[in-house]
């Protein structure tokens, strides 16, 4: 089992940038892909982007592409989320997941972290 703590949510006015920080406990970090979901008021949880074991290999939403940028530092177990040029679209509270696997696969992230608001306003 895998415990996430995601921090670095905010408001921003859009065009600004955030950096939202994941820190893992339990199995070892270095043995799992790791993923950012965000979750808006009235609507499903989506996929955001995803780095796997490595982070050699990520994939990104294409409504996310270019603007964010995940990373991960297996030896601080911490994944980041960089958000550059923000827009009110991206409001929404963001999630980190763990994958079950060290290489990406979308349909098998199996622990969630609380979440961190991020809203911005136009």
């Known amino acids: 089992q895998v415990q996430l703590v995601e921090s670095g949510g905010g408001l921003v006015q859009a065009g600004g940038s955030l950096r939202l920080s994941c820190a893992a406990s339990g199995r070892t970090f270095s043995s799992y892909a790791m993923g950012w979901f965000r979750q808006a008021p009235g609507k499903e949880r989506e996929f955001v982007a995803a780095?796997?074991?490595?982070?050699?290999?990520?994939y990104y939403a294409d409504s996310v592409k270019g603007r964010f940028t995940i990373s991960r530092d297996n030896a601080k177990n911490t994944v980041w989320l960089q958000m550059n040029s923000l827009k009110p679209e991206d409001t929404a509270v963001y999630y980190c997941a763990a994958g079950l696997y060290k290489y990406i696969d979308l349909k098998n992230f199996g622990s969630w972290g609380q979440g961190t608001q991020v809203t911005v306003s136009s």
């Open positions: 780095i796997a074991w490595t982070g050699s290999n990520t």
